[in-house]
C-alpha cells in the first residue's frame, strides 16, 4: 500500500469500530470464544460483518510492515470488545489525542518507508536499463525508451490523435505482473496520448499487426508516484501487441 491509500486506514479502523458499536453489548467473551452458530441467520450475519471488517482491518495494517509502528491486535480486538460494550478505558478526549499522535506517526513511518522503496526501485531500475540495452536487438530512443521488436507488423502507424485497440501484459522488473489484457480476455481500447508517455511514443513508431517489448524508464512511466501495484520509480515491462487503428 502506498502513503496516499495509508491514509485510508484510520477511517476504515474507525468504520469498524462504528459496526462494532452498533452490536448488542450482550455477547460475553465466553460467548465469542464457544464460536458463532452459523445456522442462525441473524449470528451468520454478524459473523460475516464482523469477519469482513477483520479482514479489511488486517490487510490495511499490513500497510505498517516495514515501518517501526506496530499495532497490537490482541490490544486493538481487548479494545474493540471495551467499545462494543461502551466500557473504553480512555474517555474520548484522551482517544482523540492518541489517534491524533498516531495519525502523525504513521504519515511520517509511511513517508520515510515509501523513500526507501523509492530509492531500491531506483537502483534496480537504472542497473536493469543499463544491462537491457547491451542486448543486440534492443532499440533505446533519445528519451530513454527501450524496446525489442517480436513481429514488425505491416498496417499503419498511429498518430498522437488516434484511437487504437491493444493487446498488453504489464510487469515489474522482478517479473511480478500488475496487469494484463489477455487474462481479462479482451483487448483495450484507448487514445494514444491518453496513457504513459513510453506507450505513447512507443505506439506512434508501431505498425498495425506489430508486437513489441517494451522497457519504460520511470520517468516515462509513472516516476515517483505509486500506484496499487506499482512501486513509486518503477521501470516496467510490457508485452504490446498494436491490433488496430479505430479512427
Sequence with gaps: MNYSESRKLLPLLAAALLLAACAQPTETKEAIAAGPDLDDPDQKVAYVIGASAGKSMANNLKALEGTDI?????????????GINDAAKLDDAAQLAVMLEFRSRMAEAMKEKNNIEMEVQSKAGAAYL??????????????????????????????????????????????????????????????????????????????????????????????????????????????????????
Design 130 to 247: 543499463s544491462q537491457n540495452k547491451t542486448k543486440p536487438d534492443v532499440t533505446t530512443l533519445e528519451s530513454g525508451l527501450q524496446y525489442q521488436v517480436l513481429a514488425a507488423g505491416s498496417g499503419k502507424s498511429p498518430g498522437a490523435t488516434d484511437r487504437v485497440t491493444v493487446h498488453y501484459r504489464g510487469t515489474l522488473i522482478d517479473g511480478t505482473q500488475f496487469d494484463s489484457s489477455y487474462d481479462r480476455g479482451e483487448p483495450a481500447t484507448f487514445d494514444v496520448n491518453g496513457v504513459i508517455k513510453g506507450w505513447t511514443e512507443a505506439l506512434q513508431l508501431m505498425k498495425e499487426g506489430a508486437k513489441w517489448q517494451l522497457t519504460i524508464p520511470a520517468e516515462l512511466a509513472y516516476g515517483q508516484t505509486p500506484r496499487p501495484t506499482i512501486p513509486g520509480n518503477s521501470v516496467l515491462l510490457f508485452d504490446v501487441e498494436l491490433l488496430e487503428i479505430v479512427q
Design 70 to 82: 506496530n499495532v497490537d491486535t490482541e490490544t486493538l480486538i481487548n479494545g474493540f470488545f471495551d
